[in-house]
T-cell receptor
Framework: AQSVTQLDSHVSVSEGTPVLLRCNYS??????LFWYVQHPNKGLQLLLK??????LVKGINGFEAEFKKSETSFHLTKPSAHMSDAAEYFC??????????????FGAGTRLAVHP | DAGVIQSPRHEVTEMGQEVTLRCKPI?????LFWYRQTMMRGLELLIY????????DSGMPEDRFSAKMPNASFSTLKIQPSEPRDSAVYFC????????????FGPGTRLLVL
């Protein structure tokens, strides 16, 4: 079965310091992997996606993630946090074979707090 | 470009009433998804349409829930009768034919059933 585990439910950083949000996945086949962000009372916005091309994926707002097959990880990073990055972040896996369509399987989410 | 549009944004109703949530996908997208988000269960896929046809409704909780997509630009999710445990945020998402793995989410409808 395909699944995704976000290792931290809450992460708190100071503005200007690096951000690391951790994600491990389980998939029988090479999956597509995504990070989505949800700001308070908003819908989900796609940050970046990995679909078996380059293992280091760059997304919007300075975020990037690295696909490591040997570690089954897809951690999200940003060199310098900004106050506007405070939000909930979801790691998502879409198995290659999932009944004929791209079903998204969401992690539980990591709430990122950024303080001055 | 307009994104996915959902209405209403907020709905408060009493137990037993019928609730209808609406979604307009991004023009040209051929896949549409309804999700429910709660604190306890996170994000759950309720139903998936492709080319207006329901493909996977295995996530629909029970017979009180129904979804329709009468045309490519409109879908509804109906709950009848509503119960307090249906209180959640309901999201609609759509994806284009040439990027099926990427879903674009609407702002959600926050439903409170008293």
């Amino acid at each position: 079965a395909q699944s995704v585990t976000q290792l931290d439910s809450h992460v708190s950083v100071s503005e200007g310091t690096p951000v690391l949000l951790r994600c491990n996945y389980s998939s029988s086949y090479s999956p597509s992997l995504f990070w989505y962000v949800q700001h308070p009372n908003k819908g989900l916005q796609l940050l970046l996606k990995y679909t078996s091309a380059a293992t280091l994926v760059k997304g919007i707002n300075g975020f990037e993630a690295e696909f490591k097959k040997s570690e089954t990880s897809f951690h999200l990073t940003k060199p310098s946090a900004h106050m506007s990055d405070a939000a909930e972040y979801f790691c998502v896996v879409s198995p290659l074979f999932s009944g004929g369509y791209n079903k998204l399987i969401f992690g539980a989410g990591t709430r990122l707090a950024v303080h001055p | 470009d307009a994104g996915v549009i959902q209405s209403p944004r907020h709905e408060v109703t009493e137990m037993g009433q019928e609730v209808t949530l609406r979604c307009k996908p991004i023009s040209g997208h051929n896949s549409l998804f309804w999700y429910r988000q709660t604190m306890m269960r996170g994000l759950e896929l309720l139903i998936y349409f492709n080319n207006n046809v329901p493909i996977d409704d295995s996530g629909m909780p029970e017979d009180r829930f129904s979804a329709k997509m009468p045309n490519a630009s409109f879908s509804t999710l109906k709950i009848q009768p509503s119960e307090p445990r249906d209180s959640a945020v309901y999201f609609c998402a759509s994806s284009p034919r040439d990027q099926q793995e990427t879903q674009y989410f609407g702002p959600g409808t926050r439903l409170l059933v008293l």
